[in-house]
């Protein structure tokens, strides 16, 4: 950052500014040398890439679409190329991290094309948080989200889909990136999928998209923080999993609006660009792979996510993949849409 105003330059400046410069060199090459940032840097040049992907399958114009365990529960071509995509390019890199992907896909061999090599620079040139300077590679457990609002993505909500990598240490999320393949697109609810197709113009070449990323310790980035005016209570919830629990709890909170739109990642983009103000899902239907990433960028600038209890989430390698006791996410004034959760939400979600 620049300083206001000008210093005459004399030799009585010189070593400071050379100890300046030093320092400076000092903390990138710290970053270079971190697995942290280097891993942060790769997931984002691997989430853009996904980006990519998931434009391209919709410019195809074949989806791809496979059921998994309802009509809300879709799998579509774009999870299963933006899941191998983020896997095997993350592993060959870093192939001792525990990466845990939400498609359970086969073991095969992945197309060349797929795989992204690349590092972000700008992220390498930031100083790594001291307290993550010394992990090592296989410390880290990686939760991935390869298309969230797979339904939405179907029915052409195109700006509700993000793509989720999450990075964890000691079951704490620390690092998250959130790809927005359809950034800057407009919808029309009414429309139909086939006309968001020809609309979209999508592809590697569509001026679509941005990645926002986030370490704790250190920021959020690729966003403008935007907070709801004061005394407003805006709820974002669930579009398609809501029942009499969800009902109940945004009532609860008196809301002045309600919207349902979908994806986790969605939600809390709207929490940090001031379009709402609590994300409520009092339901068990969330996983971590949805959780990981979002919560550092909203812990990152000072926000709140836990689950309808106030637990915090844990992201252990082997820790139960369901978020069962739903999730309460605030940038601001948690505290009081926490004590207004209704007993009976309390009592049915057990975590």
């Known amino acids: 950052m620049l300083e206001t105003g000008f210093k005459l330059l004399s030799s009585s400046n010189l070593p400071t500014l050379a100890s300046q410069s030093s320092r400076i060199t000092e903390f990138t090459m710290a970053s270079r040398n971190t697995v942290l940032m280097r891993l942060v840097a790769s997931a ?9 992907i998931v434009r391209r399958v919709i410019a195809e114009g074949d989806l791809g679409i496979v059921e998994k365990t309802c009509a809300t529960d879709l799998q579509t071509k774009a999870d ?5 995509s983020i896997c095997s390019s993350l592993a060959r890199k870093f192939p001792k991290l525990t990466i845990i992907g939400e498609e359970d896909l086969p073991s095969e061999e992945v197309d060349q094309e797929l795989i ?11 100083p790594c948080p001291s307290q993550y ?19 939405e993505y179907t029915e052409g909500l195109l700006d509700n889909v993000t793509v989720l990598i999450g990075i964890a240490y000691e079951g704490k999320a620390i690092a998250g990136i959130i790809n927005q393949p359809y950034y800057n697109y407009e919808n029309n609810e009414k429309q ?23 370490v704790l310790g250190l920021g959020a980035f690729g966003f403008q923080l935007k907070e709801v005016p004061a005394g407003k209570h805006i709820i974002t919830t669930t579009r398609s999993h809501s029942n009499k629990l969800v ?27 001031g379009k709402a103000s609590a994300y409520v899902f009092a339901s068990p239907g969330c996983k971590k792979w949805d959780t990981c990433a979002p919560e550092v960028i909203l812990h990152a600038v000072g926000g709140k996510l836990t689950d309808i209890h106030g637990n915090v989430l844990q992201y252990h390698k082997d820790v ?6 739903g999730v309460l996410a605030t940038l601001r004034n948690y505290d009081y849409y926490a004590s207004r959760v209704p007993e009976s939400v309390k009592n049915a979600l057990v975590p």
Do not use: F
């Open 320 to 325: 139960k993949h369901l978020n069962s006791a």
């Open 247 to 273: 009902t109940d709890c945004v009532t609860a909170m008196n809301p002045d609006v309600v919207l349902r739109v979908g994806g986790a990642g969605n939600k809390i983009i709207q929490l940090i660009e």
């Open 192 to 214: 139909q999928l086939r006309e968001h197709r020809n609309e979209a113009k999508a592809g590697p070449d569509a001026v679509l998209g941005r990645t926002i990323w986030g």
């Open 116 to 126: 992204e090599d690349g590092q972000w620079e700008e992220i390498l040139k930031q």
């Open 80 to 84: 299963r190329l933006v899941q191998m």
């Open 133 to 151: 300077s010394a992990i090592k590679e296989e410390d880290l457990v990686v939760w991935v989200d390869p298309l969230d609002g797979t339904k």
């Open 44 to 52: 984002y040049s691997v989430a853009q890439k996904a980006g990519m």
